[in-house]
């Protein structure tokens, strides 16, 4: 790490703590030798996982227990409430479907890959699941069949197939409404990007599937179940935009929509339940410019929600796959394509060299908070208890 601008930094971490650090590299006033220089392709994310392996402790406990005197409290317009959370998802998913074109891998899957791996038995204050081993940095299958890998497993484990009524909220790009055509699905799937619904109906279409695929621009809490109800509910990575005060809503709508003994299948970002009892009323960088209203839970408040308020159960053993190193590697590999496209392609779509900065921090950033073991990301199975 390299301070440029000694001043500046520490008068913007000074001020606005971590939102400061972060800013003080959109400046330049730190920064990371670059190859050219004599540094390594992921320095940056090497440097933050330092930051975040030792982030628990980096602060001492008395100090801890001041942050609210100290750190930003979220913004109330960036609150998911149902009237806010059109313009949260806008503000980075509808930046531009060629600017994720030109990072992510055929399929456009914008979250983990599952590599090639062992499946371990753990137990933890949950319960038994799996945890995958990390993937082998020599590893050279694409990401795309990693990405194919993921939403197949996925869909196995909720039960997908011919005739399958199956509800997805948060459409991506279209890859696992796609995936579950093939199979034979009917899929009603949900989303509040504009850019987003545009391609994958574009794809759907174009794969054949528009009679089995449909994609509609609407929130979760407005879905409206088919008589009986699905007997399938699939969200990959979109827990993170619900926010704090929305997760029982969440889980409510998945179990009044989900028929009895019907399976919900969540990939979800998950961070340790301390931590997220200390950070969730903090405003953060990653809100400020990346994912607004956005906040992690813990597989205990999963577990803790469901089993207070629904009839949804979470399932251990096998159903449950933890696999965080997954996400480093998938991240390294979509922060290399964003590096290697950025002079020929990215910023002729209109994005400029602060962006750049800005977009390579937040790949990085997220990077280290996997590599560190910070966050972690799993597949999690609920099951909605017969007769209710």
């Known amino acids: 790490m390299v301070l440029r601008?000694?001043?500046?930094?520490?008068?913007?971490?000074?001020?606005?703590?971590?939102i400061g650090f972060g800013e003080a590299y959109l400046t330049g006033a730190w920064d990371v030798p670059s190859p050219a220089d004599g540094g390594t392709t992921g320095a940056l994310g090497d440097v933050l996982?330092?930051?975040?392996?030792q982030m628990p402790t980096l602060v001492p406990q008395w100090m801890q227990?001041?942050?609210?005197?100290?750190?930003?409290?979220?913004?109330?317009?960036?609150?998911?409430?149902?009237?806010?959370?059109?313009?949260?998802?806008?503000?980075?998913?509808?930046?531009?479907?060629?600017?994720?074109?030109a990072f992510l891998d055929p399929t456009m899957s914008y979250s983990s890959a599952l590599f090639e791996h062992q499946a371990i038995p753990r137990v933890d204050a949950v319960g038994p699941h799996h945890v995958a081993t990390s993937p082998d940095p020599r590893d050279a299958s694409s990401l795309e069949e990693a990405q194919g890998r993921k939403i197949e497993r996925l869909l196995d484990a909720v039960g997908v197939g011919e005739g399958t009524r199956l509800l997805e909220i948060g459409t991506?790009?279209?890859?696992?409404?796609?995936?579950?055509?093939?199979?034979?699905?009917?899929v009603h799937s949900v989303t509040l990007s504009?850019?987003?619904?545009?391609?994958?109906?574009?794809?759907?279409?174009?794969?054949?599937?528009?009679?089995?695929?449909?994609?509609e621009l609407c929130d979760y809490r407005?879905?409206?179940?088919?008589?009986?109800?699905?007997?399938?509910v699939v969200s990959v990575e979109m827990i993170e935009a619900v926010g704090y005060d929305y997760w029982g809503t969440y889980f409510a709508k998945i179990d009044e929509v989900l028929a009895p003994g019907g399976r919900a299948g969540i990939q979800a970002i998950l961070m340790p339940h301390d931590r997220m009892l200390a950070t969730r009323q903090t405003y953060t960088w990653i809100h400020k410019y990346i994912f607004p209203g956005g906040f992690l839970p813990s597989v205990q408040v999963?577990?803790?929600?469901?089993?207070?308020?629904?009839?949804?159960?979470?399932?251990?053993?096998?159903?449950?796959?933890?696999f965080g190193g997954h996400y480093a590697e998938t991240l390294r590999r979509w922060d290399e394509q964003f590096l290697t496209t950025w002079a020929g392609h990215v910023s002729g779509l209109g994005f400029d060299?602060?962006?750049?900065?800005?977009?390579?921090?937040?790949?990085e950033y997220s990077r280290a908070g996997f590599a560190s073991g910070y966050i972690d990301v799993q597949q999690l199975v609920l099951e909605k208890e017969a007769g209710r």
Do not use: C, K
């Open 302 to 322: 999963i577990d803790e929600i469901t089993r207070d308020a629904t009839a949804l159960r979470l399932l251990g053993g096998a159903d449950r796959l933890s």
């Open 353 to 363: 060299a602060t962006f750049a900065r800005m977009f390579h921090f937040y790949l």
């Open 5 to 18: 601008r000694p001043d500046e930094f520490f008068a913007r971490v000074g001020r606005d703590g971590l």
């Open 194 to 215: 504009t850019e987003q619904q545009a391609l994958a109906r574009e794809r759907v279409a174009a794969a054949g599937f528009a009679d089995r695929v449909d994609v």
């Open 172 to 186: 991506g790009w279209g890859e696992l409404s796609l995936r579950a055509a093939r199979r034979g699905a009917h």
């Open 49 to 53: 996982t330092v930051f975040a392996a």
């Open 65 to 101: 227990r001041l942050r609210a005197a100290y750190v930003s409290r979220p913004p109330s317009h960036q609150v998911s409430s149902q009237e806010n959370s059109r313009a949260n998802i806008a503000h980075h998913y509808d930046l531009s479907n060629d600017l994720f074109e």
């Open 222 to 232: 407005d879905v409206v179940a088919p008589e009986g109800g699905f007997d399938a």
